[in-house]
């Protein structure tokens, strides 16, 4: 009762750090997105450089995110950005590449090679193919690692108020340091209310962007 | 035209060079079916992928209307030639028209030109474009799929298409019908085609000349008719199979066998005539015809009528009637199944053309003059 009270009596608060933490995470995963479905598609040519990015990848998102927060300060601090959104947001866009891009090279490589060679066969270019039929086809599974990318760096973004970069984390580092369950609870609720929210919407949009045709089959 | 000159394609694989083609040349002219005929990894297919450079020939080339294909750009190319393969390949993520308009689409159609295109080529197989345009493949039966992949192979009107199994994925039942149905589609479009194929009745019913494959290399090339006649060698023999004599029965046609000298009379004419008429070999039958040419009756075993009266009163029924369009195994198959050594032969409009009897199925089929 206490904790809805005090959702009441803050509700702009709330809403400003729900802002704050959306702002970090749709910048930092619209840019992980340009960069890790390009990626996802340059390392279909070769097997070798599929592993080697792939473990990069893989090695990132094992870096805990208050580690990375620290290594990033002495880097950034020369630009004057060593704490605050600019760390938060490559440190989201470093944790995002290994969902987008491992889902996207799946994708791509799952797709039926007879298509790739009717496709072919038909005298569409490579970047042709692309287009109108590899990522249309890979899209609903391209967008599902979005999405995981997403809710994951929703957790993560929530941990960047150490690094004062604000957003709902706020609340629970306060209810932390002041003792104050009100906060604390409040922090977590509205972090796991956002990421399902996030989910749903990111849900609706791949449905939006899927063609018709490939309704009921595995995304 | 489509022709191959000392094609020959050799793979690189972990023990070594790998030949999969060995120096096929072959000539295919405008407006025939080729079919490519062999066991599987005969390099029949490898062979035609190097048709629209799928796969690069290692040394050989390709001539296309008399132009050297590997001179030209392969995007160019392949957007020129028809393509279809045997998993069908309709992108399920396009409409069937979307699908069907992809070649013009890459050519730069205007986009209303490609719709009536796709529109027309549905209609040319049955299916009724209203309602199919805007379907998506996974909407279709197996059978309309592989329509629409013929179809959209034919979109820009390639004089060339290259068809690798196109029916394999088919069940029989339907494949017959899909297969016809091509056929008539070829009479008018006069396409010049090779198509892939393991299935030696289907290469028999298709193609106007077949090319088997052993091994990479050419093993004959020839018209059904000639290759079952007189197979090359050995190997062609066994392919075939010890059933090649009757596989002929369907590439000769019962025009060209049947007797087309036969003894005609109207059913009122008297018996008596005939007798003078009967003393040929091989002429022992009178066919009894209406005003209008058709068959109503015949007669038999002249010399065994009693000679009085008319005709009409001698006179058997005239069974079987076959077309003289059809093949020898489709009289053979009427003739076995009405008991009898004859069929009567009448032309599209029902009139008599000729007399068909075991005689001149065994001499058109041996070559040689029959001994019964």
Same mark, same amino acid.
């Given at each position: 009762m206490e904790v809805l009270q005090f959702m009441i009596d803050n509700r702009t608060v709330i809403a400003d750090r729900t802002l704050e933490h959306i702002a970090i995470v749709s910048v930092a995963v619209g840019i992980a997105v340009m960069t890790a479905v390009p990626i996802g598609i340059a390392i279909t040519r070769s097997k070798a450089l599929a592993d080697a990015v792939l473990y990069a990848a893989s090695m990132m998102i094992t870096i805990p995110s208050i580690a990375l927060f620290g290594l990033m300060i002495p880097l950034l601090a020369p630009i004057g !950005?060593?704490?605050?959104y600019v760390p938060a947001v490559i440190a989201i866009i470093l944790y995002s590449q290994l969902p987008i891009i491992r889902n996207t090279y799946t994708a791509l490589a799952d797709v039926d090679p007879a298509l790739r060679e009717a496709a072919k066969g038909m005298g569409m270019s490579r970047m042709q193919r692309l287009r109108e039929v590899e990522i249309p086809l890979a899209l609903p599974v391209i967008m599902a690692g979005v999405r995981v990318a997403v809710v994951m760096n929703i957790g993560i973004a929530a941990i960047a108020t150490y690094i004062?970069?604000?957003?709902?984390g706020t609340f629970i580092s306060r209810g932390i340091s002041q003792s104050d369950p009100r906060q604390l609870v409040t922090g977590a609720i509205a972090v796991s209310l956002l990421a399902i929210f996030a989910d749903l919407a990111l849900a609706l949009l791949q449905r939006a962007l899927t063609s018709k045709g490939l309704a009921g089959r595995p995304a | 035209m489509i022709e191959l000159d000392r094609l020959t394609k050799i793979f690189e694989g972990p023990q070594g060079e790998? *030949?999969?083609? &060995?120096e096929v040349s072959l000539r295919v002219p405008a407006g025939e079916i080729c079919v490519f005929l062999?066991?599987?990894? &005969?390099g029949k297919t490898t062979t035609l992928k190097m048709i629209n450079r799928l796969i690069e020939p290692t040394s050989g080339s390709v001539f296309l209307n008399g132009e050297d294909?590997?001179?030209?750009?392969p995007i160019t190319l392949r957007r020129s030639i028809g393509y279809v393969i045997q998993q069908i390949?309709?992108?399920?993520?396009?409409t069937v028209g979307e699908n069907i308009c992809v070649v013009p689409d890459l050519l730069g159609w205007d986009r209303r030109r490609a719709r009536a295109r796709a529109a027309e080529l549905l209609e040319m197989v049955g299916l009724a474009p209203d309602s199919?345009?805007?379907?998506? *493949?996974?909407?279709?039966?197996g059978g309309q799929q592989q329509r629409v992949g013929v179809v959209r192979a034919l979109a820009a009107d390639p004089p060339v298409m290259l068809m690798d199994?196109?029916?394999? %994925?088919?069940?029989p039942i339907n494949r017959a019908g899909i297969q016809d149905e091509f056929l008539r589609m070829q009479e008018r479009l006069k396409k010049t085609i090779i198509l892939v194929s393991h299935d030696l009745d289907e290469a028999i019913k298709m193609a106007d000349r077949i090319a088997i494959f052993r091994s990479g290399k050419l093993q004959q090339y020839a018209t059904p008719s000639d290759l079952l006649a007189e197979p090359a060698n050995e190997f062609v023999q066994d392919f075939l199979g010890s059933d090649r004599a009757l596989k002929r029965l369907s590439v000769i046609s019962v025009a060209s066998a049947m007797l087309r000298d036969v003894v005609t009379v109207s *059913?009122?004419?008297?018996? %008596?005539?005939?007798e003078a008429r009967?003393? !040929?070999?091989?002429?022992e039958v009178a066919v009894c015809l209406d005003d209008a040419g058709r068959p109503i009756g015949m007669v038999k075993d002249l010399q065994l009528?009693?000679?009085?009266? *008319?005709?009409k009163a001698h006179m058997q029924a005239a069974e079987p009637v076959v077309q003289a369009g059809d093949d020898l195994r489709t009289a053979v198959s009427s003739m076995l199944a009405q008991g009898t050594s004859l069929a009567i032969c009448a032309d599209e409009a029902g009139r008599f053309v000729g007399l068909l009897t075991w005689r001149e199925v065994v001499a058109a089929v041996s070559g040689r003059e029959a001994s019964i």
């Amino acid at each position: 009762m206490e904790v809805l009270q005090f959702m009441i009596d803050n509700r702009t608060v709330i809403a400003d750090r729900t802002l704050e933490h959306i702002a970090i995470v749709s910048v930092a995963v619209g840019i992980a997105v340009m960069t890790a479905v390009p990626i996802g598609i340059a390392i279909t040519r070769s097997k070798a450089l599929a592993d080697a990015v792939l473990y990069a990848a893989s090695m990132m998102i094992t870096i805990p995110s208050i580690a990375l927060f620290g290594l990033m300060i002495p880097l950034l601090a020369p630009i004057g !950005h060593g704490i605050g959104y600019v760390p938060a947001v490559i440190a989201i866009i470093l944790y995002s590449q290994l969902p987008i891009i491992r889902n996207t090279y799946t994708a791509l490589a799952d797709v039926d090679p007879a298509l790739r060679e009717a496709a072919k066969g038909m005298g569409m270019s490579r970047m042709q193919r692309l287009r109108e039929v590899e990522i249309p086809l890979a899209l609903p599974v391209i967008m599902a690692g979005v999405r995981v990318a997403v809710v994951m760096n929703i957790g993560i973004a929530a941990i960047a108020t150490y690094i004062g970069a604000g957003g709902l984390g706020t609340f629970i580092s306060r209810g932390i340091s002041q003792s104050d369950p009100r906060q604390l609870v409040t922090g977590a609720i509205a972090v796991s209310l956002l990421a399902i929210f996030a989910d749903l919407a990111l849900a609706l949009l791949q449905r939006a962007l899927t063609s018709k045709g490939l309704a009921g089959r595995p995304a | 035209m489509i022709e191959l000159d000392r094609l020959t394609k050799i793979f690189e694989g972990p023990q070594g060079e790998v *030949p999969a083609v &060995c120096e096929v040349s072959l000539r295919v002219p405008a407006g025939e079916i080729c079919v490519f005929l062999g066991p599987s990894g &005969c390099g029949k297919t490898t062979t035609l992928k190097m048709i629209n450079r799928l796969i690069e020939p290692t040394s050989g080339s390709v001539f296309l209307n008399g132009e050297d294909t590997g001179k030209v750009n392969p995007i160019t190319l392949r957007r020129s030639i028809g393509y279809v393969i045997q998993q069908i390949g309709l992108f399920p993520n396009k409409t069937v028209g979307e699908n069907i308009c992809v070649v013009p689409d890459l050519l730069g159609w205007d986009r209303r030109r490609a719709r009536a295109r796709a529109a027309e080529l549905l209609e040319m197989v049955g299916l009724a474009p209203d309602s199919f345009m805007d379907r998506f *493949p996974n909407e279709l039966s197996g059978g309309q799929q592989q329509r629409v992949g013929v179809v959209r192979a034919l979109a820009a009107d390639p004089p060339v298409m290259l068809m690798d199994e196109p029916f394999g %994925a088919i069940d029989p039942i339907n494949r017959a019908g899909i297969q016809d149905e091509f056929l008539r589609m070829q009479e008018r479009l006069k396409k010049t085609i090779i198509l892939v194929s393991h299935d030696l009745d289907e290469a028999i019913k298709m193609a106007d000349r077949i090319a088997i494959f052993r091994s990479g290399k050419l093993q004959q090339y020839a018209t059904p008719s000639d290759l079952l006649a007189e197979p090359a060698n050995e190997f062609v023999q066994d392919f075939l199979g010890s059933d090649r004599a009757l596989k002929r029965l369907s590439v000769i046609s019962v025009a060209s066998a049947m007797l087309r000298d036969v003894v005609t009379v109207s *059913p009122e004419d008297p018996v %008596a005539n005939l007798e003078a008429r009967s003393k !040929h070999p091989g002429r022992e039958v009178a066919v009894c015809l209406d005003d209008a040419g058709r068959p109503i009756g015949m007669v038999k075993d002249l010399q065994l009528v009693p000679s009085e009266g *008319p005709v009409k009163a001698h006179m058997q029924a005239a069974e079987p009637v076959v077309q003289a369009g059809d093949d020898l195994r489709t009289a053979v198959s009427s003739m076995l199944a009405q008991g009898t050594s004859l069929a009567i032969c009448a032309d599209e409009a029902g009139r008599f053309v000729g007399l068909l009897t075991w005689r001149e199925v065994v001499a058109a089929v041996s070559g040689r003059e029959a001994s019964i």
